[in-house]
């Protein structure tokens, strides 16, 4: 089978994605073991993508949700691919506005009765008093659509409204769109990778995520934590729980539509009552330290081949596979009678 990894020069998009040149380089030796003839194209233009059509490969895995254009609307290669019937990895357009935008995510699996925190969304100068919040303190501060923990840091976790005006701020400025702030749930956070498998099971691997503690005593998943990499995944000891968030994860899997994999990042309060927090849906694949493909070696002992060849299977399983006839000629009193073998 033909497979191509299509990726864009990505490093500084802050939205989801496999990750570096160096992570699809990882992806692509995986698939080579597997005995695929697999290339990675860089695409930087619509012309790129015309390319990649021609070529019509047996299935693109899409390292990266869009290709910004400059000056231009942004070409979700989701829907482009899909749109020119072209085979690809991952979940349709409509499901990936669920990774780019939180708030819309929250929205929708709060009225499908998911447990999600309690938030609101603030640009600087929208509410002047501190009771004009509609959410109590503490409360915690993200962008809406940064992922990798981007614009994260101990200034995230806000205690009164001087604090809260600050921080919205600087991320209003930093990213120039509306504000997520959730009320601050005080339990551990919890990571949970889902494949579906060819046979139609999802594979589900859930672990905790333990943050190394800031000075002011917090553990937050922010910015710098990520890159410094120092965060510990461990298995979840207490089965409960456990069995708790798995099935949280399978039913945002199933509310969003996700087709394919994708990682649902749950949080608890100090209750131990699990709440949904966001979904990756074009997860890290950076070998040895991404969440994914760890979660697998973690839980189900699988290594980062098995784990690509998983996705590689799903996606190839929708390649109609088409049988020529045999058609064999026998010669009776001097015509010729065509038969057809139906394989």
């Known amino acids: 089978m033909?497979?191509?990894?299509?990726?864009?020069?990505?490093?500084?998009?802050?939205?989801?994605?496999?990750?570096?040149?160096?992570?699809?380089?990882?992806?692509?030796?995986?698939?080579?073991?597997?005995?695929?003839?697999v290339d990675i194209t860089i695409c930087k233009t619509l012309n790129d993508l015309e390319k990649v059509k021609l070529r019509k490969p047996d299935l693109v895995l899409l390292a990266v949700k869009y290709l910004e254009i400059q000056d231009g609307e942004n070409i979700y290669l989701s829907k482009y691919f899909e749109e020119n019937r072209i085979n690809f990895s991952g979940s349709f357009r409509e499901s990936l506005k669920f990774d780019s935008d939180k708030v819309l995510a929250k929205s929708y699996i709060k009225s499908k009765g998911v447990n999600t925190a309690n938030y609101f969304t603030a640009i600087p100068g929208e509410y002047k008093r501190v009771?004009?919040?509609?959410?109590?303190f503490p409360l915690f501060l993200k962008p809406i659509d940064a992922a990798n923990g981007n614009g994260i840091d101990d200034l995230s976790f806000?205690?009164?409204?001087?604090?809260?005006?600050?921080?919205?701020?600087?991320?209003?400025?930093?990213?120039?769109?509306?504000i997520l702030a959730?009320?601050?749930?005080?339990?551990?956070?919890?990571?949970?990778?889902?494949?579906?498998?060819?046979?139609?099971?999802?594979?589900?691997?859930?672990?905790?995520?333990?943050?190394?503690?800031?000075?002011?005593?917090?553990?937050?998943?922010?910015?710098?934590?990520?890159?410094?990499?120092?965060?510990?995944?461990k298995q979840i000891e207490d089965p409960k729980l456990k069995e708790s968030i798995i099935k949280?994860?399978?039913?945002?899997?199933?509310?969003?539509?996700?087709?394919d994999f994708g990682r649902i990042d749950i949080k608890t309060n100090k209750n131990g009552i699990c709440f949904f927090m966001e979904a990756n849906l074009v997860p890290g694949m950076t070998y040895g330290s991404s969440y994914f493909p760890k979660a697998f070696e973690i839980e189900h002992s699988l290594d980062y081949d098995s784990v690509i060849k998983l996705i590689v299977d799903e996606g190839l399983s929708r390649v109609?596979?088409?049988?020529?006839?045999?058609?064999?000629?026998?010669?009776?009193?001097?015509?010729?009678?065509?038969k057809v073998e139906v394989v």
């Open 248 to 259: 949280l994860a399978i039913d945002v899997f199933i509310d969003l539509d996700i087709r």
């Open 2 to 37: 033909k497979i191509e990894i299509i990726t864009t020069p990505n490093e500084a998009l802050e939205e989801t994605g496999f990750g570096t040149l160096k992570a699809c380089q990882s992806i692509l030796n995986s698939i080579k073991k597997i005995g695929h003839i």
């Open 158 to 178: 806000v205690n009164n409204f001087k604090e809260f005006e600050t921080k919205v701020a600087s991320l209003y400025e930093r990213f120039a769109m509306p």
């Open 182 to 233: 959730e009320e601050y749930l005080d339990g551990p956070e919890f990571t949970t990778a889902i494949i579906k498998k060819t046979d139609g099971e999802l594979l589900v691997a859930a672990l905790e995520v333990v943050p190394i503690e800031s000075k002011n005593g917090l553990r937050i998943l922010g910015e710098k934590a990520k890159q410094d990499d120092k965060e510990i995944l």
């Open 131 to 136: 009771y004009d919040l509609p959410v109590r």
């Open 320 to 338: 109609i596979q088409v049988i020529e006839p045999v058609i064999e000629y026998v010669e009776i009193d001097c015509s010729i009678e065509k």
